[in-house]
């Protein structure tokens, strides 16, 4: 069966400081990946989505760059944070004729 | 833009009760799915339910889907406390995406 994994659970970082977030999926291959971010209390907004190695789409300018080095891992980043960047970061990779299946999560503050 | 967008924004109801939320979407759709997510937990994929099916059922949940009226909704029978959750609908307009709405949280008391 299939599953994703995110890692950290939970991140406090001060503005300014570098990000890395992982994401991987295991027991399937070539998936779909996508990077949402939720704020408090609110829906999710998509910030990239990659349909393979090396191939990122951004659906919103900001101060975040995604990666695929690998198949089945998804890396969102950030060389200096913003106060703005909290929230919490949801990886998800799409199942075809199924829908989309979202990681645990990763609960971003920056202070 | 594309957003599905749910209503109401909070519902309060007695175990035992039936919970309907409703969302509205503005383009055509291939398909509409929707989540429930416990506070601070990841989303829980609930319901796929494509652009020309009806009415789909799983469990206690029960979800349909209006293309005329560009509305979905999402019926949860004999609520349970642990159905306590933000429940969110997504639309699937390009194939590769989702655009979500801003979500119903439901409190279901014992």
């Known amino acids: 069966s299939q599953t994703i994994h995110q890692w950290p659970a939970t991140l406090v970082q001060p503005v300014g400081s570098p990000l890395s977030l992982e994401c991987t999926v295991e027991?399937?291959?070539?998936?779909?990946l996508y990077w949402y971010r939720q704020a408090a209390g609110r829906g999710l907004q998509l910030l990239f989505y990659?349909?393979?190695?090396?191939?990122i789409s951004s659906e919103v300018p900001q101060n975040l760059s995604a990666s695929r080095p690998q198949d089945r891992q998804f890396i969102l980043s950030s060389k200096k944070l913003l106060l703005s960047d909290s929230g919490f970061y949801l990886c998800a990779w799409r199942f075809p004729l199924l829908g989309q299946y979202f990681g645990p999560g990763t609960r971003l503050t920056v202070t | 833009s594309q957003q599905g967008e749910e209503d109401p924004q909070a519902l309060s109801i007695q175990e035992g009760e039936n919970a309907t939320m409703n969302c509205s979407y503005k383009t055509s759709i291939n398909n509409l799915q929707w989540y429930r997510q416990n506070s601070g937990r990841g989303l829980v994929h609930l319901i796929l339910?494509?652009?020309?099916?009806r009415e789909k059922h799983s469990g206690r949940l029960r979800v349909t889907l209006d293309t005329s009226k560009k509305s979905s909704s999402l019926l949860i029978t004999a609520s349970r406390a642990a159905d306590t959750a933000s429940y969110f609908c997504?639309?699937?307009?390009?194939?590769?995406?989702?655009?979500f709405g801003g979500g119903t949280r439901l409190m279901v008391k014992p």
């Open positions: 027991g399937t291959s070539n998936p779909n």
């Open positions: 990659s349909v393979g190695i090396g191939q």
């Open positions: 339910i494509r652009s020309n099916e």
């Open positions: 997504a639309t699937d307009y390009a194939g590769n995406m989702l655009t």
